[in-house]
């Protein structure tokens, strides 16, 4: 999810937890456990940081060790042991509640396209349930709406249990609808092999990339029709000198490491070459701006290269700062 729904339901778990006694009659390990929640529900993100670095390290990092299973625990510890020294509270309930913060995090993020590394160390698999967009209207408002009831007096347990019960029911909601749109994309290509969905932060708009036996297919469905948007040729990736040596490229290897579907094409200019990979999960306005482009000179030395969003050519060039192709 977004950081700022991320926020929300740091304070929608901070009343919840006053469901227990020991936390609503006692306003510092309240105020500890709220504090717990809060950095509970953003500690995962601080792989954030790797952006800095570059986007190869970010899109290798992000959600990946910091999402893990390992993590849950670590975040729990280094973020417990700090509340106690500092509150000199209960550390058991702040833990509990520090460690329920961290793992809805870890657990909602799965629910989009982009998901985590949520097995790890076991698997490096990227588990993305594509349901639900990065972010949702409807999850951030009711949020919202529930922490205004509780700061108007309302008990801030039975507002936010309400809150969750109604969010179980838009979570299946949005299941059925993702399943029956797989339903109609297997009818229509009988040779399916993969469908991955990319809700849109419109209600009723997904996107999907269907992989068939030969071919790829960017799909749009909304209000219940699917419309073929682009189809590609599905072929595999030559084994040759410009590609085992693009593959070097840091940028290039982060992308492959991360995408599930995507399409490559190789140019050829006067001076350079020109390699491309291209995600077919995201298209936004007949553009496919998640890619990953090696540019290398006629001795197949690597001059220059990218990965990441970009939303033309115009700006990839830039981003580049190289030959002009």
Not at 47 to 65: E, Q, S
Not at 121 to 142: E, R
Request: net charge neutral.
């Amino acid at each position: 999810m977004d950081t700022g729904t991320h926020v929300l339901m740091g304070f929608a778990l901070g009343g919840l937890a006053t469901f227990d006694p020991a936390i609503a009659n006692d306003p510092t390990l309240a105020h500890a456990v709220l504090i717990g929640t809060l950095v509970g529900s953003q500690a995962p993100d601080i792989d954030t940081v790797f952006k800095l670095k570059n986007n190869a390290k970010y899109i290798r990092n992000h959600r990946g060790m910091t999402h893990s299973i390992p993590a849950l625990f670590i975040w729990t510890l280094l973020i417990s042991v700090t509340l106690f020294y500092i509150y000199d509270t209960s550390f058991f309930h702040v833990a509990l509640w520090t460690f329920i913060a961290v793992s809805v995090h870890v657990f909602v993020d799965i629910f989009n396209s982009y998901g985590t590394q949520a097995l790890r160390p076991f698997s490096k698999k990227w588990v993305a349930l594509g349901i639900i967009n990065t972010f949702d209207p409807f999850i951030f408002i009711i949020h919202l709406a529930g922490i205004v009831l509780w700061l108007n007096g309302h008990h801030a347990g039975y507002t936010f249990l309400a809150v969750y019960v109604v969010l179980i029911g838009y979570y299946i909601i949005r299941f059925r609808q993702q399943q029956a749109i797989k339903r109609k994309l297997k009818q229509m290509f009988p040779d399916v092999e993969q469908v991955i969905t990319v809700p849109t932060i419109k209600w009723n708009e997904w996107h999907l990339a269907v992989t068939t036996s030969n071919h790829f297919y960017v799909v749009r469905a909304q209000n219940g029709t699917i419309d073929v948007l682009d189809i590609f040729e599905k072929c595999p990736i030559p084994d040759i000198p410009i590609i085992q040596k693009a593959k070097q490229d840091e940028n290039l290897a982060a992308f492959l490491s991360f995408s599930p579907v995507y399409r490559w094409e190789i140019h050829e200019y006067n001076d350079h070459y020109e390699v491309r990979f291209i995600d077919l999960r995201y298209r936004s306005k007949n553009y496919y701006p998640f890619v990953a482009v090696v540019q290398l000179d006629l001795d197949l030395n690597i001059v220059s290269s990218y990965t990441g969003w970009i939303f033309s050519e115009k700006k990839l060039r830039k981003k580049l700062e190289l030959i002009p192709s």
